[in-house]
Structure formats: structure tokens, C-alpha cells
């Protein structure tokens, strides 16, 4: 199915609604959360629509697709990773990507730190945490984060903002909410049993936003909701 700019204009129009009613429902301003645009699977005419429109991050999760999409980009965005991330493309993903939001083992960060830290950079990342307990996602268990931060801090090229999950399958919107308050909880106690700021909290795609908003997500991260269903 050919990209329509009309319907993502009344996409993105729909989906400022679903986030205001929330938002006004639990006392939250739409401002403390951002909306990414998961372009994963689209052109990149279709990002730059997003980023025309005011959706200036882009989420994409293959180092490959979304490399090639950074270079040709005439355009600036904040390009980030939401993607696994295999060892032998951590040099690629972390030259070119803004941020990587599916940092999902020591190992990983500790190869992305040596990486920037050799290039005097400081990346920004999430630690992806796979709160629903889920075999086929990626993700630390919930009750290994506080020993994970404690290998993790201190590490001078790494920024550790926050924390992203991904909902387990199926789809269901109570396991949703349930997993996102397993990760805002989460935070919580780290914030508080290491003394540090883990202030963003990446969690709500299309399906689930609603749950994730309720729970103290700052980062939406939406695709179909935007652009349709995702080109084979
Ligand atoms: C594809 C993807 C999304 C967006 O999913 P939609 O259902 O299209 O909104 C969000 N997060 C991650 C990690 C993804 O891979």
C-alpha cells in the first residue's frame, strides 16, 4: 500500500487526541511525552514527512536500513535504535545513531562505552528491560537491573537516561498496562536505592499508548498508528 499524506495527516491527528484524552484523564501534560515516529520499514520521504509535520525523532530498528536512511537524510532528525543490536554493528550504529534504546546485556554496553569513550563521545542510551517476561523479546529481567546499573555506572561513554520495553505477545492491553507499571516501578526503586536519574521511560507503541501514558511513559514510540501497515 502506497504512503498517503492525507491519512497520515489525519493519523497524526487522531493520535494527538488518543494522547490528550489520556493525558488530560491522569493529570498529565502531552508535553512531558514524545512522540517518535517508527519509520522502520519505510522510505525515507515518508521520515521526512514525519519530521515536516514536527516529529523530529525517528525510530528505526535495523543498523542497515536505518544507516542508510541517516546518510541520505537532507534533513536533520534525532535518528535513534529501538532495534536488538548484534556486537559486529555496534561501531556502524554508534557513528551514526543519536541515541540506542535497546541496550539489552552488559556485554553491549560495555563494548558500546569502549566505542564512544575512544571517540570522545558520551551516547545517549536505554537499558531494554523485558518486563512481560516474554521468550521472543530481547531485554534484561526485571531483577537483574539493579546489579546491570551498578556494572553500568561509571562508564564514561555512556549516558544512561532511562529505561524502554516492549509489550509481550499477544497483544493485550492488560498485560501492556501491567508490564509498563512493572517498568515505571522499576525506575523508581533504581532511582532511589542507587541515588541516580533514570528519567525516560520508553514504553507504548500504536496498540497500547493509552497504558503507557497512564504509567509515566515520556516516549511513544509509533509506526502504523502514522503511516499504515508496514510495506513486505
Ligand atoms: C515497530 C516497532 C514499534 C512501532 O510499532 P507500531 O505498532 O507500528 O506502532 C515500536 N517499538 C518497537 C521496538 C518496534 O520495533
Same mark, same amino acid.
Given at each position: ?13 487522531r493520535l ?39 516529529l523530529t ?32 554493528? =555496534? ?7 543519536? &541515541? ?7 556485554? +553491549? #554496553? /560495555? @563494548? *558500546? ?62 498485560? =501492556? ?7 515505571? &516501578? ?7 536505592? +542507587? #541515588? /541516580? @536519574? *533514570? ?34
Amino acid at each position: 500500500m502506497a504512503f498517503n499524506h492525507r491519512s497520515f495527516r489525519r493519523n497524526l491527528g487522531r493520535l494527538r487526541e488518543r494522547i490528550g484524552t489520556v493525558c488530560e484523564k491522569c493529570g498529565r501534560s502531552p508535553d512531558s511525552i514524545n512522540l517518535m515516529a517508527v519509520t522502520k520499514g519505510f522510505p525515507l520521504e515518508v521520515a521526512a514527512t514525519a519530521v515536516e509535520a514536527g516529529l523530529t525523532t525517528l525510530g528505526e530498528n535495523r543498523v542497515q536500513e536505518g544507516v542508510g536512511k541517516i546518510k541520505a537524510a537532507n534533513f536533520p532528525a534525532q535518528w535513534e535504535l529501538i532495534g536488538h543490536l548484534q556486537s559486529n554493528k =555496534a561501531q556502524l550504529a554508534v557513528k551514526c545513531f543519536h &541515541r540506542i534504546q535497546s541496550v539489552d546485556s552488559v556485554k +553491549l #554496553a /560495555l @563494548r *558500546l562505552n569502549r566505542m564512544a569513550a575512544a571517540n570522545q563521545k558520551k551516547l545517549p542510551i536505554l537499558l531494554q528491560v523485558n518486563t512481560g517476561e516474554d521468550p521472543g523479546k530481547f531485554g534484561f529481567r526485571t531483577e537483574e537491573m539493579e546489579a546491570v546499573l551498578h556494572q553500568l555506572l561509571g562508564q564514561d561513554g555512556l549516558a544512561i537516561q532511562g529505561l524502554m520495553t516492549i509489550a509481550p505477545a499477544p497483544p493485550n492491553l492488560e498485560s =501492556a498496562r501491567q508490564s509498563f507499571e512493572t517498568l515505571r &516501578r522499576l525506575r523508581d526503586r533504581l532511582e532511589e536505592r +542507587l #541515588a /541516580l @536519574r *533514570l528519567p525516560e521511560l520508553s514504553m507504548g507503541m500504536t496498540f497500547d499508548l493509552e497504558p503507557a501514558i497512564a504509567a509515566g511513559s515520556t516516549c511513544l514510540r509509533v509506526g502504523s498508528g502514522l503511516f499504515g501497515p508496514r510495506p513486505k
